[in-house]
C-alpha cells in the first residue's frame, strides 16, 4: 500500500501507523507518549498530531492507521499551532525550574518546548507541594497537591513534573507485570501515582524512570554521597564497575550506542576508569571478575544439585525441589519474595556480583592491603535502580559492614562528571586495579540476558565432562527472544534450561512450571528488557535497536577477551587459593553466599 | 456491613466491581485503603487499578472526608432558577468560600448537573438533595441538615 | 403527533398490566413470534430512525454491524463466558445539563424502554442486555427494577422468552457520577470496572465492545421508539418529521420560557416554534426578553434571535440538537455565571486522558473564575505567592491595564482552538462549542468590562 506524507508517496504494510510510517522515512514527529518499547498506545499526549484528507480534526499520528488514499501532512500551521498550545499547556509547571532539574538537557519537554520556542511562563503553575498551613490559601488558587516519594532507597517521584504521559503505568503493567503505579481521579486532579500515595511498593526495576520523558520518575541520585565519600580524607573509595556499564556510558556523552573501539574493547572501559580515577575514586575495580565468581560458584552449586539426585528437578510436585533460579538480578529476587515465595528455595543462594565484589573488597583485599574495612567506602557504577535496594538490604552483610556502601546508576555517574565538567572522551584510557580487576569473556556476558547461562555452561560443561569445550558458544541461548529454552547434552544427560527476560515472561515461566508444563533444571531470569543492557538505570533513550547494537558489543567483546571461561580467570584462581579455599566451601559460602526471605503479603 | 459481607454478596467478576465499591462507599462513606485491598484481594486485581477506578467517579471517595460537603448545581436551568444567589446566601450564612475550602468545616462546590433541572435550583448536603432551593428556604435547610 | 408521551396518562410504571392494556409489548410478540432478527434490522433501518443521545448514527447500520459479528465459540462459553457474545446496552446515563429526558421516559413509561431494548438485543443475537443508569436516578432505577421483574414474571424476558427459545437476561447497571460515561466505550469500560475514560476507535463497539464482543449501546429514548416502529410499520414512521431524520422526539425546554419541561415534537421542528408556540414552550415568562437560546446542554451551539428558523433534525444543521434540550437565556442572565458554568462543568468532566481536554478545560475553567470575579491574570511567576496575590488584589481596586486582559483573550482563543480540534474524543470540543459562540456573539461584553 501506499500513502502520501508531505506529498511524497511512502509505501507501508497493512496495521502500520503514520507515526511508524514517518520513522522509517525520518520523517520528524514530536511525541511524549509512544515509546517504543511499550505497545501502541492511546495517543494521550495530543503532539504527534498531523492532517489527513480523511478527517477534519488532527489526528494523533500514533494511531491513525495507514490506509488506501491516505494523504498526510506533518508540519501545516495547524499542526504546529496545535502542538504549540498543547506544550504552552504542559509547560505551565516545569517554566523556570530546568536549572535546578535532574534531567535538565535530557527531558524530552524540555526538548520540544525549545524546539516550538515556547513561552517561559504562559499559564500559572498549579502543582507543588503544600507544606505549610499558610499554603492552604494555595488551594483556593487551586494548587493541587503534590507527591513526593523518596521513601525507598531506588526510585524518586515528584509528581510536579509529571505529564500524565502513562508511560510508566505502563511500562509497569505491560512489561513487569506488577502495576505498581495507575492512574487516578479525574479532570485537572488526575494524577499517576500509588494507590492511596502509599510509598513505591514494587521490585524497583526502574523501567518507569527509563521511560519517563520528564523528571517525574527518576533514580534516587546518589550522587552527593558519593560526593561526600571523595571528599573525606579518612575514607579510601574503592569504586567497582559492573560489566554492562561499559557498554552503554559512552551515550550519556553523545557516543551512538554500540560504538567500539577496533579490537573489540569494551569501548569507554579504559575512560570510565580514567573519569573516575580523575574523580578521586583510590581504586577502580572491575564487577566482571565477581561475575566469574559468581558463575564458579553458580556452577558448582548446579553440579551439587544435580549429583544430589535433585536432577530433572523441575517437578510440578514441589516437594522434589524445582530448578535452579538465578539470583543476580535483585529485581527477580524481589519478585520471587514478594509474589511468589514458594519458590524462595530455589534460588541459587549465590550473590550477586556486586555484592561478592564488595565483600571480597572489605574483607580479602582489604586485609591483603592492611585497611581497615570500616574506611573502605565501596561504590558500585551500576545499570539498575535495583541493586541500590540489593546494597542495602540486611543480608548483603560481612561482619558489620554491608558489603556495598554507594550504587550510582549510570545516568547518576555521568551527571556528576558533567556537573564536575569531566569528559571522557578527552581522558587517556587507564586500567583496573589489577587486585581485582581481570575479567573473561563469560563474565562479560553477564551484562545481557542468556549471558549468564552461556558462562554456566562454560564452565559446569567442563567440570561435569572433565574435558575442554571445543566451541565456547552456546547459540541457543542466544538472541533476542524473550523466552529461550535449549537442552544441553552432556554425558548422556540433558540439562535443560530456560531464560527469560522482562518479569511478564518470569511470570509466565513459573506458570508454566506450576502447571506441570515444562522443566528445567536452571533457569535464568533479568527483569530488565534484554538484561541489564536494558536495565532502569541505563542511559535514554533506550529501545529496541539501542539494545541490539549494546548486545552485539557485549559479544564482541567476549570474543576478543584472552580468557573465555569464568574458571580460568587467574584472578578468580588466585583468590580461590590465597583467600577463599574451594568453590561452594565454607568461607566462599560465607562471604559470597546468601539467604532470602519471604516478603510476601499474605 | 463487614466489607466481607459486602463482598461474598457479589460474584468476583469484573462487572461487579462498581457495584462492590458503591455499596462500601454507602456502608462506610469513603473506601479506605483496607476496604480497597479487600475488593483487589477478591477480585485478584492490583490494588493500583481497583484504585484508580474507585477514584474516578463521583459518587466514590477514597478518603475520608471531614468536611460537611454542601454542592450546588452550576447548571444552565439552575442558573436561570438563582443557584448563584442560594450559593451567595450559603456563603454569608456559614462564612465561607464557593470552591475554597482552606480552614472550614464546610466546603461549598458545584456539582454537575444531576438530571432534575425541572425541579431547581438542586443543593445537595452529603448526598442527600434538595429541591427548589430558594435563598429565602436555605436557611432552614441548613440549620436542619448540618 | 405522539409517539413517546403516548398514553402516558394512562400507565402506572409500577404496574406492566396498565402498559400491556396500552398495546404493550406487542411489538416484541410481534418480532419474536414473526420476525427474523434480519427482519428487525431491516424495519429499523427503513424507519430512518437516528440514535437520540446526540450523535444521530443511524439505529438500523448499528444493529447491522453487530448482528453481522460473529457469536463467541463454545471454547470461549466453556471456560465460563457469560453470555453467548453479544451484548446489547441501553444507555441512561443522561447527565448532559438541563437534559431529563431519558429519565421521564424511565419514570413515566418503563416498560417502553425495557421493550424496545428487548427486541434490539433479539435483532442482534445478544442474549445478555444492561441497562445502564445515571447514577442520580435512584429512583427511577428502582422504577426499572420493578419493571424488569414485572417483565420476567410474564415471560418477556429471562429465559425461554414468550415460549420460544430465546433467552435474554437484562440488568439495571447503575452509574456512578461521570459525564463522560454517557460515551459509549467510557460506559463499556466503566461495567468492566475501569476508569470510565473512552476507548481508541476503531475499533467500534458493534464490533469489539464490552468485554471485547460485539455490544449495542443505544440511548434509552431510542430504544423508547422501537415499539411504535414495530407495531405501527417502518413506513409509516419515516413519514413523520422530517425525512433526514423521521419520527418524533423528547425536547426538554427550561430557563426564562413559560411552559419548562419534557415536550414531544416532530423532529424538524424551529426553535422559534418550539420556544414560542403556545403547544410546546408558549414563550418567556413575562417580563422576560428573549436574548439566545442553547440547544443541546452545556455543549450546544447558541441560537440568537435572528436564527430561530433553522429547523432541528438529525441531519447536517447550523445547529445540532444534540440531547434536545432547549436553554432559554433571557437578557437580565449574567453570562459570564454561564461561561463559568460550561466551563466548570466540562473542567470537572474531563476525564484526564489527553493533554488538551485535561488542562485546557482547567486553564478555561480558571480564566472563566477571573472573568467572573474581574480579577486579573496572576502575575506570571514561577512561584505564585501572597505577594502575587495581593499585586493582583491591587490590580483589581485600581486601574486596570489594558493587555492583561487581551493576554486571558489570546489564552481562550488558543484553548478553544485546541479544544476544537486535537482532543482524544469528542469531549473537547464540546467544551469549546458554546464558548466559541459566546466569544463570537459577546465577546465585547465579555472582555471589555
Redesign the interface.
Known amino acids: 500500500m501506499q500513502i502520501k506524507i508531505n506529498n511524497k508517496p511512502y509505501s507501508c504494510e497493512d496495521g502500520d501507523t503514520i507515526l511508524a510510517v514517518c520513522k522509517r522515512n525520518g520523517i520528524s514527529i514530536p511525541t511524549l507518549c509512544a515509546h517504543p518499547d511499550l505497545l501502541p498506545g492511546e495517543g494521550v499526549c495530543r503532539m504527534c498530531l498531523v492532517e489527513t484528507n480523511q478527517s477534519k480534526c488532527l489526528v494523533s499520528s500514533c494511531t491513525q492507521k495507514a490506509c488506501e488514499g491516505l494523504e498526510v501532512l506533518t508540519e501545516t500551521m495547524g499542526v504546529n499551532r496545535a502542538r504549540k498550545i498543547n506544550l504552552e499547556l504542559l509547560w505551565a509547571d516545569h517554566a523556570g525550574k530546568c536549572a535546578g532539574c535532574k534531567k535538565n538537557g535530557r527531558c524530552e519537554l524540555q526538548n520540544l518546548a525549545e524546539a516550538y520556542s515556547i513561552d517561559e511562563f504562559k499559564f500559572v503553575p498549579r502543582r507543588k507541594e503544600l507544606n505549610s498551613e499558610n499554603e492552604l490559601d494555595m488551594l483556593k488558587n487551586n494548587w493541587s497537591h503534590t507527591v513526593v516519594d523518596e521513601k525507598n532507597p531506588c526510585i524518586s517521584r515528584d509528581s510536579q513534573y509529571c505529564i500524565e504521559c502513562r508511560s510508566c503505568v505502563r511500562a509497569c503493567k505491560e512489561i513487569q507485570t506488577i502495576e505498581a503505579l495507575g492512574v487516578n481521579y479525574r479532570s485537572s486532579r488526575t494524577n499517576v501515582g500509588t494507590p492511596y500515595e502509599i510509598p513505591l511498593d514494587c521490585i524497583f526495576c526502574g523501567q518507569c524512570s527509563a521511560v519517563c520523558p520528564t523528571a517525574a520518575i527518576t533514580e534516587k541520585d546518589d550522587t552527593e554521597k558519593l560526593e561526600k565519600a571523595l571528599a573525606d580524607p579518612k575514607k579510601l573509595v574503592v569504586v567497582q564497575i559492573a560489566p554492562s556499564v561499559r557498554f552503554t556510558f559512552a551515550e550519556e556523552f553523545g557516543i551512538p550506542a554500540g560504538t567500539r573501539l577496533t579490537g573489540g574493547q569494551a569501548f569507554w572501559e579504559g575512560k570510565m576508569v580514567a573519569a573516575l580515577r580523575k574523580l578521586g575514586a583510590d581504586k577502580v575495580f572491575d564487577t566482571t571478575l565477581a561475575a566469574d565468581l559468581t558463575i564458579v560458584e553458580e556452577a558448582t552449586e548446579l553440579l551439587r544439585r544435580i549429583k544430589s539426585g535433585k536432577k530433572g528437578l523441575a517437578s510440578p510436585k514441589r516437594s522434589e525441589g524445582g530448578p535452579m533460579f538465578t539470583s543476580c538480578c535483585p529485581s527477580w529476587v524481589l519478585f520471587v519474595e514478594k509474589y511468589y515465595p514458594e519458590y524462595i528455595p530455589d534460588l541459587s543462594s549465590c550473590k550477586s556480583p556486586q555484592q561478592m565484589l564488595g565483600a571480597l573488597t572489605k574483607t580479602y583485599w582489604a586485609e591483603k592491603e592492611k585497611i581497615n574495612p570500616k574506611d573502605i567506602v565501596s561504590v558500585a557504577i551500576m545499570p539498575c535502580t535495583s541493586k541500590k535496594y540489593e546494597a542495602e538490604r540486611p543480608e548483603m552483610k560481612t561482619g558489620e559492614q554491608q558489603d556495598v556502601d554507594i550504587v550510582l546508576t549510570v545516568r547518576e555517574l555521568a551527571r556528576l562528571l558533567r556537573r564536575k565538567k569531566i569528559n571522557p572522551s578527552y581522558l587517556e584510557d587507564k586500567k583496573f586495579d589489577p587486585a581485582l580487576g581481570s575479567a573473561t569473556g563469560a563474565g562479560m556476558l553477564f551484562a545481557q540476558s542468556g549471558g549468564v547461562t552461556e558462562a554456566v555452561l562454560r564452565t559446569a560443561v567442563e567440570k561435569l565432562t572433565g574435558e575442554e569445550l571445543g566451541k565456547l558458544e552456546f547459540e541457543v541461548v542466544r538472541g533476542e527472544a524473550e523466552y529461550k529454552c535449549a537442552e544441553i547434552e552432556i554425558n548422556n544427560t540433558k540439562l535443560r534450561v530456560a531464560i527469560v527476560h522482562e518479569i511478564r515472561n518470569a511470570r509466565k515461566l513459573l506458570g508454566e512450571i506450576k502447571a506441570g508444563r515444562a522443566e528445567y533444571d536452571f533457569v535464568e531470569v533479568m527483569a530488565c528488557p534484554n538484561g541489564c543492557i536494558g536495565g532502569g538505570g541505563q542511559p535514554q533513550p533506550a529501545n529496541q535497536s539501542v539494545r541490539k547494537a549494546r548486545i552485539q558489543a557485549v559479544l564482541d567483546c567476549d570474543k576478543s577477551m584472552p580468557v573465555r571461561k569464568s574458571h580460568e580467570n587467574p584472578a578468580v584462581k588466585k583468590i580461590y587459593k590465597e583467600f577463599l579455599g574451594a568453590p561452594g566451601g565454607e568461607k566462599a559460602e560465607e562471604l559470597l553466599h546468601t539467604k532470602f526471605e519471604n516478603k510476601s503479603k499474605s | 456491613m463487614s466489607i466481607q459481607k459486602i463482598l461474598l454478596k457479589f460474584e468476583p467478576k469484573p462487572e461487579n466491581l462498581l457495584g462492590v465499591l458503591k455499596e462500601i462507599q454507602k456502608e462506610n462513606g469513603y473506601i479506605g485503603k483496607k476496604e480497597c485491598e479487600g475488593a483487589a484481594g477478591y477480585f485478584s486485581l492490583p490494588l493500583a487499578r481497583v484504585y484508580s477506578t474507585a477514584s474516578f467517579f463521583d459518587q466514590m471517595k477514597t478518603k475520608k472526608e471531614s468536611k460537611k460537603i454542601i454542592k450546588i448545581c452550576s447548571g444552565g436551568p439552575c442558573l436561570g432558577e438563582k443557584s448563584m444567589e442560594v450559593a451567595r446566601q450559603i456563603e454569608m450564612l456559614l462564612k465561607i468560600e464557593l470552591e475554597n475550602d482552606a480552614r472550614a468545616k464546610y466546603k461549598l462546590e458545584l456539582m454537575s448537573c444531576a438530571g432534575l433541572c425541572d425541579r431547581g435550583p438542586i443543593v445537595m448536603i452529603d448526598n442527600q438533595i434538595f429541591e427548589k432551593v430558594k435563598p429565602e428556604t436555605v436557611d432552614d435547610i441548613l440549620a436542619n441538615y448540618l | 403527533m405522539n409517539i413517546l408521551t403516548r398514553s402516558w396518562d394512562k400507565i402506572n410504571p409500577l404496574d406492566i398490566g396498565s402498559y400491556i392494556r396500552q398495546r404493550g409489548y406487542e411489538a416484541l410478540q410481534k418480532a419474536i413470534r414473526e420476525m427474523v432478527p434480519a427482519d428487525v434490522i431491516k424495519e429499523i433501518k427503513i424507519s430512518g430512525l437516528r440514535g437520540r443521545g446526540g450523535a444521530g448514527f443511524s439505529t438500523g447500520e448499528k444493529w447491522e454491524m453487530a448482528a453481522g459479528q460473529n457469536s463467541r465459540s463454545d471454547l470461549e462459553r466453556a471456560r465460563g463466558a457469560?453470555s453467548n457474545g453479544k451484548y446489547f446496552i441501553c444507555n441512561l446515563d443522561?447527565?448532559?445539563?438541563?437534559?431529563?429526558k431519558d429519565?421521564t421516559i424511565a419514570e413515566k413509561n418503563p416498560h417502553q424502554i425495557i421493550e424496545g431494548l428487548l427486541i434490539g438485543a433479539y435483532a442482534i443475537g445478544a442474549k445478555k442486555a444492561y441497562i445502564y443508569i445515571?447514577?442520580?436516578?435512584k429512583k427511577q432505577a428502582e422504577i426499572l427494577r420493578i419493571a424488569v421483574g414485572q417483565a420476567r414474571e410474564k415471560e418477556f424476558l429471562g429465559r425461554g422468552i414468550l415460549g420460544s427459545a430465546i433467552d435474554i437476561e437484562v440488568e439495571i447497571?447503575?452509574?456512578?457520577?461521570?459525564?463522560i460515561c454517557g460515551e459509549e466505550t467510557a460506559l463499556i469500560n466503566?461495567?468492566?470496572?475501569?476508569?470510565?475514560?473512552p476507548?481508541?476507535k476503531p475499533p467500534f463497539p458493534p464490533v469489539s465492545g464490552l468485554?471485547g464482543r460485539p455490544t449495542i449501546v443505544n440511548n434509552a429514548e431510542t430504544l423508547a421508539n422501537i415499539p411504535y416502529i414495530l407495531r405501527q410499520g417502518a413506513k409509516k414512521y419515516s413519514q413523520i418529521g422530517s425525512s433526514v431524520s423521521p419520527g418524533t422526539k423528547l425536547f426538554?425546554l427550561?430557563?426564562?420560557v413559560k411552559n419548562?419541561?419534557a415536550h414531544e415534537a416532530p423532529l424538524g421542528i424551529t426553535p422559534q416554534e418550539l420556544i414560542f408556540n403556545s403547544l410546546y414552550g408558549g414563550g418567556l415568562e413575562t417580563g422576560k426578553e428573549f436574548w439566545f437560546a442553547?440547544i443541546g446542554?452545556?455543549s450546544g451551539r447558541l441560537v440568537p434571535a435572528g436564527k430561530l428558523d433553522q429547523p432541528l433534525t438529525y441531519g447536517n444543521c447550523e445547529y445540532p440538537l444534540g440531547s434536545g434540550s432547549v436553554?432559554v437565556?433571557d437578557k437580565n442572565?449574567?453570562l459570564k455565571?454561564?461561561l463559568?458554568?460550561w466551563a466548570?462543568?466540562f473542567?470537572?468532566?474531563?476525564?484526564?486522558?489527553?493533554?488538551?481536554c485535561?488542562?485546557?478545560?482547567?486553564?478555561l475553567w480558571?480564566i472563566a473564575k477571573r472573568l467572573k470575579n474581574n480579577d486579573l491574570?496572576?502575575t506570571?511567576?514561577?512561584n505564585?505567592s501572597?505577594r502575587d496575590?495581593n499585586i493582583n488584589k491591587n490590580h483589581k481596586e485600581g486601574q486596570l491595564v489594558r493587555g492583561e486582559r487581551e493576554k486571558d483573550r489570546e489564552?481562550i482563543e488558543?484553548?478553544l482552538?485546541?479544544l476544537s480540534?486535537?482532543?482524544?474524543c469528542p469531549l473537547g470540543?464540546f467544551a469549546s462549542v458554546a464558548w466559541n459562540d459566546a466569544i463570537k456573539m459577546f465577546g465585547k461584553k465579555i472582555f471589555d468590562k
Open positions: 457469560t443522561e447527565s448532559e445539563p438541563g437534559t431529563y429519565r445515571n447514577g442520580n436516578y447497571f447503575e452509574g456512578a457520577g461521570a459525564y466503566s461495567i468492566e470496572g475501569k476508569r470510565g475514560e476507548r481508541l468485554f426538554i427550561s430557563g426564562a419548562k419541561g442553547q446542554g452545556a436553554l437565556v442572565a449574567d455565571d454561564l463559568l458554568s466548570g462543568f473542567h470537572r468532566e474531563s476525564c484526564g486522558k489527553c493533554v488538551p485535561r488542562e485546557g478545560t482547567y486553564r480558571e491574570p496572576l506570571n511567576c514561577n505564585a501572597e496575590i489564552n488558543d484553548i482552538w485546541t480540534r486535537t482532543t482524544f470540543k
